[in-house]
């Protein structure tokens, strides 16, 4: 059993920061890639940032220059700095894993996060 714990959204003003953190517990051999997906109401979840475990990164367009995806492999965490922020940036940000596994067998599965709010006024 594989759970990915998220924390750091909230509400704030346009121009502000903030940071998201999403460790992931449980029986894991390894995690591949780890990132940020981010859900608006009305919209379809969209890929915002994913980091590899060897630190190869890839953002969304609208999000490059302003968020910092990193990790921390020891900790099995993944965070997301976001910095800059604009009214649309708000949406439910879920963090994903790919992780490995093993019950008689390796498995590699896509883990989700149960979303955490960000918020941004303008």
């Known amino acids: 059993q594989v759970q990915l714990v998220e924390s750091g959204g909230g509400l704030v003003q346009a121009g502000g920061s903030l940071r998201l953190s999403c460790a992931a517990s449980?029986?894991?051999?390894?995690?591949?890639?780890m990132g940020w997906y981010r859900q608006a109401p009305g919209k379809e979840r969209e890929l915002v940032a994913a980091i590899t475990r060897g630190g190869i990164i890839n953002y969304a367009d609208s999000v490059k220059g302003r968020f910092t995806v990193s990790r921390d492999n020891a900790k099995n965490t993944v965070y997301l700095q976001m910095n800059s922020l604009k009214p649309e940036d708000t949406a439910v940000y879920y963090c994903?894993?790919?992780?490995?596994?093993?019950?008689?067998?390796?498995?590699?599965?896509?883990?989700w996060g149960q979303g955490t709010q960000v918020t941004v006024s303008s």
């Open positions: 449980g029986s894991i051999l390894g995690i591949n890639a």
């Open positions: 994903n894993a790919e992780v490995t596994t093993y019950r008689s067998q390796l498995i590699v599965s896509d883990y």
